[in-house]
């Protein structure tokens, strides 16, 4: 465990001392040995194209629904003290394909994110246990 994570997994725990549950989410992205100038040249200039028109039009149904599920969790929550496991599910899932389309948009990664809600991909990771 680096120094930062270890200082930020610390902090969470004195705050949350009192709490049951402590839920550490981790993002990895993969740093490439090489990566394609020529790739890099063409996400620059056309990945507004081929990568965001695409996954966007997806992620924008997806995040409306998104949004209503977040809605509903609230009340869910308020009401009956607990989240839903299937919205939890959706919610991590739908993150995952964002961070995937985001990491590539800015040229993090060399490669095409894949489409869908339960694909994975190695370049770029979010677990959340």
Do not use: C
Not at 102 to 118: C, E, H, I, K, T
């Amino acid at each position: 465990m680096r120094s930062t994570e270890w200082f930020v997994v610390q902090n969470l725990k004195s705050y949350f001392r009192n709490s049951p549950i402590i839920t550490i989410m981790k993002l990895q992205v993969n740093h490439q040995e090489r990566y394609s100038r020529g790739e890099l040249l063409l996400r620059s200039f056309f990945g507004v194209f081929y990568i965001a028109l695409p996954h966007g039009f997806n992620l924008m149904f997806l995040g409306l629904w998104s949004l209503i599920l977040n809605f509903i969790g609230f009340w869910s929550v308020l009401f009956t003290g607990r989240y839903p496991k299937s919205m939890f599910d959706f919610q991590v899932k739908y993150q995952r394909w964002n961070l995937r389309v985001n990491a590539s948009l800015f040229n993090l990664v060399d490669g095409y994110p894949p489409f869908g809600l339960d694909t994975e991909w190695d370049q770029v990771q979010l677990d959340i246990p």
